[in-house]
C-alpha cells in the first residue's frame, strides 16, 4: 500500500497532467497562453544509415506564407523527393519513425502548387553533380500554429524523385530526416 506522501504525489501528478491537456496545441506552441508568436523555424537534416545527406531547412513566416530554405550537401546526383512527415522522431536509422507526409485536412498526394494536396507535399529538391542542392519557395499551406503548424515534425529528404502519383509519390527511402523546432530569434517580441 503506498504512503500517504506517493499517493499525494501520484494525485498532484494526475491533476497537473489534467490541467495541461486543457490547453490547445495553438496555445502549447505560442509557449502557454500568451507566449510570442513563432516566426521562424529550423530543421538539422542528419543522413540516414548508410547515407550522407546533411544540411538545413530554415522556415521563416512571411505574409503570404512559410519560406522553406533548404542547404543540403552529401546527396546523390538528381531529384530527391522532400517533404514535411508528421512525426518529427528521428530515432530510426532507416527515418521510418517520422511517419508518412503530413497530412492534416486527408487530402491527396500531389505537387507544392496542386490546389489540394498534403501539406507536407513540398514536390522535389535537385542536387547538382557534387550532391549539393538548395531551394526556395514560398508555400501558402504551412503555418506555425492550428492544424497546419510544421512545429515538431519531420523534414525527409527521399532517394528517389517524387513522380506526384499517389499515394506517396514513389520516392523511396529516406536518405535525411530532421525535427522543426522554433529557431533562436524565431519569436516575435
Excluded: W
Excluded at 63 to 76: E, S
Amino acid at each position: 500500500m503506498p504512503s500517504k506522501n506517493f499517493a499525494s504525489v501520484l494525485m498532484a501528478g494526475a491533476l497537473a497532467s489534467a490541467c495541461i491537456t486543457t490547453y490547445t496545441r495553438a496555445q502549447v506552441m505560442k509557449g502557454l497562453l500568451g507566449g510570442p508568436e513563432v516566426t521562424k523555424a529550423v530543421a538539422v537534416l542528419q543522413p540516414t544509415q548508410g547515407n550522407k545527406a546533411e544540411g538545413t531547412v530554415t522556415f521563416t513566416k512571411t505574409d503570404k506564407g512559410v519560406r522553406v530554405q533548404a542547404d543540403i550537401n552529401g546527396l546523390p546526383p538528381g531529384k530527391h523527393g522532400f517533404h514535411i512527415h508528421e512525426f518529427g522522431d528521428t530515432s530510426s536509422p532507416d527515418g521510418m519513425a517520422a511517419g508518412g507526409h503530413f497530412n492534416p485536412h486527408k487530402m491527396e498526394h500531389g505537387s507544392p502548387d496542386a490546389p489540394k494536396r498534403h501539406v507536407g507535399d513540398l514536390g522535389n529538391i535537385e542536387a547538382d553533380s557534387g550532391g549539393h542542392a538548395t531551394l526556395n519557395l514560398v508555400d501558402p499551406a504551412l503555418g506555425f500554429s492550428g492544424a497546419t503548424s510544421i512545429l515538431g515534425r519531420g523534414v525527409v529528404v527521399h532517394e528517389k524523385p517524387d513522380d506526384f502519383s499517389q499515394p506517396v509519390g514513389n520516392a523511396g527511402g529516406r536518405v535525411a530526416v530532421g525535427t522543426i523546432g522554433v529557431a533562436k530569434g524565431g519569436e516575435a517580441k
